[in-house]
């Protein structure tokens, strides 16, 4: 019977069934969405599905010198890393499948492996371009991470607490301090668009400098997986800044739970599609300048302003 | 044909990655093509986009008539792309050399060189041509195989 329930978890819902499909979802939400702010009809519905079974029907190329094991193995690697994440975030309920003291630190290490296998498929393809890109995916992680986890840290140390189930316990009992961390979720809505390598930092992969950036040399179903991967992991990453900054309704019926869960992912794809509609992309330098000497300090300030709070918080 | 291969085709047609390959063309069909891709013309509409890679690509767009020395870098970037691929031979040139047609240093047209699927003449051929051609090359996928079509550019008005 275990047995049973943690398969169905792993392979149905929320596992790797469910994720697909709601990524496949979000991507087409952006896509629309980014269309429409160009004042353009955008793809039909199906467009990400049709993308993908494309792909899975196409010839897979791996150049003769990467090495072939690594160049095969890395995408599922980000995938398993980022459907591994989705069972530590509390999803119809104020609980999560899997919680315990400290998995908000483990989902950040869990979402920083598709960065790396992005840097390890961009080196694995022995391709200038993907090295490059690959180079930069690297150089760009130094950059956002550190803001976006002090930006994680500050809901954490209001509600004293490294579980996300406690967290979203203790932020239903207290709603209103929700509004303390305002200014910690626009810095980790920007820092996620460096995570995700969306406009305005998607430089790893600037199809007008570098090709293709780090999937220059990948094609076909590996390519199919990294791409779901991407989806997966931009709907993983909404999900964990919804339960940490907008940890609110976590105490209603479990299906008004779920359905509040998938309208506040969306509503924060809805937000990244805006970002990408009104930015350009930016230079490397312009991208780690902005990133330590803008995000940073109004991390920093959060933090602060969450450590003062927390004398009078409950 | 079997269901899954129903299903492939049909995902075929309706998400085209297309990539751009200039084999010498004075930049006029160039310039048409990367308008067809602006919002202006939607053509995400088709599932159409743009990649900067040949391994991403399902289709090639070439313009230009082939000069001797972009050859081989031709006849390599159509072999950097993973099977099933597509041709559309965009302008005068690339269909048949065009005005240059006969000249010691081209080769007079993209089929001399690669296989084609859809040529669509022009010079330069609109926008609405151009997208009216790959589409037609992704409604001959459904179809058993046929000879190359060949759509009509919008003939200047006398």
Known sequence: MGVLVALYAILIFPGLAFLSTFGLVAEYVDRKLYARFQNRMGPPWFQPFADFVKLLGKETIIPAEANATVFKVLPAVAMAAVVTAMFYIPVWDNRSLLGFEGDLIVVIYLLTIPTLTFFLAGWASTSLYAAMGAVRSLTQLFAYEVPLYMALLAPALLARTWSLQTMARWYTEHPAWMLANLLGFLVAIVALQGKLEKVPFDIPEAETEIVGGTFTEYSGRLLAVFRMAIDMEMVVGAALLAAVFLPFGLGLHPVLVFVLFLAKVLFLVALAALLRALFARLRIEQMVDFCWRILMPAALLQLLLTVVLSGVAP | ?158
């Open chain 2, 1 to 158: 044909m079997s269901v899954l291969s129903r299903v492939m085709t049909w995902a075929r047609v309706k998400s085209p990655w297309i990539i751009h390959f200039n084999t010498g063309a004075c930049n006029a069909c160039d310039i048409e093509i990367v308008a067809a891709l602006t919002p202006r013309f939607d053509l995400e509409r088709f599932g159409i986009l743009l990649k900067g890679t040949p391994r991403h690509a399902d289709v090639m767009v070439c313009s230009g008539s082939v000069s001797r020395q972009i050859e081989d870098r031709l006849r390599r970037i159509y072999e950097q792309m993973p099977e099933p691929k597509f041709v559309v031979a965009v302008g005068a040139c690339a269909c048949s050399g065009g005005v240059f047609q006969g000249c010691y240093n081209v080769r007079s047209g993209i089929d001399k060189v690669i296989p084609v699927s859809a040529y669509v003449p022009g010079c330069p051929p609109r926008p609405e041509a151009i997208i009216d051609g790959v589409v037609k090359l992704l409604g001959t996928l459904q179809a058993p195989p046929k000879p190359p079509i060949r759509t009509v550019g919008i003939a200047p008005q006398p």
